[in-house]
T-cell receptor, first 113, second 115 residues
Framework: GNSVTQMEGPVTLSEEAFLTINCTYTATGYPSLFWYVQYPGEGLQLLLKATKADDKGSNKGFEATYRKETTSFHLEKGSVQVSDSAVYFCALVYSGGYQKVTFGTGTKLQVIP | DSGVTQTPKHLITATGQRVTLRCSPRSGDLSVYWYQQSLDQGLQFLIQYYNGEERAKGNILERFSAQQFPDLHSELNLSSLELGDSALYFC??????????????FGPGTRLTVL
C-alpha cells in the first residue's frame, strides 16, 4: 500500500538556521506530493505541492523537489523564523480516480530566537 | 482562512452518546473529505463525498457515518462513542472529484472529547 515516512521530531533550530525535513514515500503509480503545515490550534494549510517527477514546489521561502529516483520530497528553507514554528506534514495522493490522501506522522518544528 | 467552516469548535460528551459534526465547504467546491487526528493514530482519512455521493472510504468505523446534502454541506455522525474516539476531526474540500493534482483545503477542526 501507499505510505509516507517523515523524520521524527521535534526539530529545534535557532532563528535563521537552515531547515531540512526529510520525507520519503512508497506508492503505486504516479502520486502527487504535498507539504501541509499546521500552526497551533489551527487546521492544515497547504504549503506547497508537486505533481510530477522533478517538479519543484515552493512557497513562503520553503521548497521541495519531487525525486522519483529516491522516492523523496524533502522540505527545505534557507533561513527559518520563529513564526515557522508548527507541525509539518508530508502527504501523497495517488492517481486512482479519486483522491485518497496518505499523510506522514508530522514533524514538529520549534524555532527559537 | 481556508473558506471551509466547521461547527462546533469543541464538543464534550459521554461514552455511548451520539454526536453530529458539520462542515461547509468552500464556495464552489464539490468534494468534502473527513479526517480524524489523534495522538496515537496520526491523521487518518475517513471518507470522501463528491456532489452528494460517497466517493472513497478510508479507515471509518461502522459506528461512524457521513452524508453530503444538496447544498453541499456535510455531516459526520459518530455514535456509541468510546473514549478512544476523542480526537480532532477535520473536514476538507476540493473543487473536483479528486484527481491527484487537486488541492484540499482544510477547516479549523472540531475537537471531540469523550468522557
Amino acid at each position: 500500500g501507499n505510505s509516507v515516512t517523515q523524520m521524527e521530531g521535534p526539530v529545534t533550530l535557532s532563528e535563521e538556521a537552515f531547515l531540512t525535513i526529510n520525507c520519503t514515500y512508497t506508492a503505486t503509480g504516479y502520486p502527487s506530493l504535498f507539504w501541509y503545515v499546521q500552526y497551533p490550534g489551527e487546521g492544515l494549510q497547504l504549503l506547497l505541492k508537486a505533481t510530477k517527477a522533478d517538479d519543484k514546489g515552493s512557497n513562503k521561502g520553503f521548497e521541495a523537489t519531487y525525486r522519483k529516483e529516491t522516492t523523496s520530497f524533502h522540505l527545505e528553507k534557507g533561513s527559518v523564523q520563529v513564526s515557522d514554528s508548527a507541525v509539518y506534514f508530508c502527504a501523497l495522493v495517488y492517481s486512482g480516480g479519486y483522491q485518497k490522501v496518505t499523510f506522514g506522522t508530522g514533524t514538529k518544528l520549534q524555532v527559537i530566537p | 482562512d481556508s473558506g471551509v467552516t466547521q461547527t462546533p469548535k469543541h464538543l464534550i460528551t459521554a461514552t455511548g452518546q451520539r454526536v453530529t459534526l458539520r462542515c461547509s465547504p468552500r464556495s464552489g467546491d464539490l468534494s468534502v473529505y473527513w479526517y480524524q487526528q489523534s495522538l496515537d493514530q496520526g491523521l487518518q482519512f475517513l471518507i470522501q463525498y463528491y456532489n452528494g455521493e460517497e466517493r472513497a472510504k478510508g479507515n471509518i468505523l461502522e459506528r461512524f457515518s457521513a452524508q453530503q446534502f444538496p447544498d453541499l454541506h456535510s455531516e459526520l455522525n459518530l455514535s456509541s462513542l468510546e473514549l478512544g474516539d476523542s480526537a480532532l476531526y477535520f473536514c476538507a474540500s476540493s473543487s473536483a472529484a479528486g484527481g491527484r493534482t487537486d488541492t484540499q483545503y482544510f477547516g479549523p477542526g472540531t475537537r471531540l472529547t469523550v468522557l
